[in-house]
């Protein structure tokens, strides 16, 4: 969820198993360091269990590893209670970046890489999560982005993701066919964008 509405869901779900997930510099991850670390801070002490952490795609493909070491480093120190699932946005990165961005996670203490935000040029494949849990060691991979049947996500399970990230979750857990999302339409446009969302482009994890 947005930090928005951390306050809120925190009271709705205090003293229960579901835990609260929010989603920080989302979904583009420019934010410099000292943002994303207050951001992911107010979520926590709001009563945010999980942070959802887009890394900073600019600076990666710019080379300025510097800045993604920072921004893992000052988000971890910043939320030490929160479970921190960095998102690598494989469909828009070569191996190499994903390498060297999911070693420097590791280094800073993170406990998931995930795939996507599911607004990149792809979301969850097989091969992405495979190369995610050859690189990951001991922290879990999460599969993200255009995930809508079971079949699929045991797919990506078996690929070896140890969580799912979907917006169909009850059809996902009944064995059903999500319904297709609304095409994105914006102010002044008569027909949907392409690749809008729910368009079959980027889809929303």
């Given at each position: 969820?947005?930090?928005f509405?951390?306050?809120l869901?925190?009271?709705?779900?205090?003293?229960?198993?579901?835990?609260?997930a929010?989603?920080?510099?989302?979904?583009?991850?420019?934010?410099?360091?000292?943002a994303?670390a207050l951001?992911?801070?107010?979520?926590?002490?709001?009563?945010?269990?999980?942070?959802?952490?887009?890394?900073?795609?600019?600076?990666i493909?710019?080379?300025?590893?510097?800045?993604v070491a920072?921004?893992i480093?000052?988000?971890?120190?910043?939320?030490?209670?929160c479970?921190?699932?960095?998102?690598?946005e494989?469909?828009?990165?070569?191996?190499?970046?994903?390498?060297?961005?999911?070693?420097l996670?590791?280094?800073g203490?993170?406990?998931y890489?995930?795939?996507?935000t599911?607004?990149?040029?792809?979301?969850a494949?097989?091969?992405?999560?495979?190369?995610?849990r050859?690189?990951?060691?001991?922290?879990?991979?999460?599969?993200?982005?255009?995930?809508?049947?079971?079949?699929?996500?045991?797919?990506?399970?078996e690929?070896?993701?140890?969580?799912?990230g979907?917006?169909?979750p009850?059809a996902?857990?009944?064995?059903?066919a999500?319904?297709?999302?609304?095409?994105a339409?914006?102010?002044?446009?008569t027909?949907?964008?392409?690749?809008?969302?729910g368009?079959?482009?980027?889809v929303?994890?």
């Open positions: 969820m947005l930090p509405h951390v306050p869901a925190a009271s709705i779900l205090a003293g229960g198993r579901v835990r609260v929010a989603a920080v510099s989302f979904p583009g991850g420019g934010a410099p360091p000292e994303k951001e992911a801070r107010l979520c926590m002490e709001q009563g945010a269990h999980e942070l959802d952490l887009v890394l900073n795609l600019g600076a493909r710019a080379g300025a590893w510097d800045v920072t921004e480093a000052s988000v971890r120190a910043a939320a030490p209670a479970t921190s699932k960095w998102i690598v494989t469909g828009a990165l070569t191996d190499g970046e994903i390498r060297k961005a999911v070693s996670v590791a280094d203490g993170g406990d890489v995930k795939t996507s599911g607004y990149g040029p792809l979301g494949t097989v091969e992405s999560v495979r190369l995610l050859a690189l990951a060691g001991t922290m879990g991979v999460k599969a993200s982005g255009g995930i809508r049947t079971r079949e699929w996500a045991l797919r990506l399970v690929a070896g993701a140890d969580r799912i979907t917006s169909a009850r996902v857990l009944a064995g059903e999500a319904p297709p999302r609304p095409r339409i914006l102010a002044g446009e027909t949907p964008r392409a690749g809008g969302a368009s079959g482009a980027p929303r994890p």
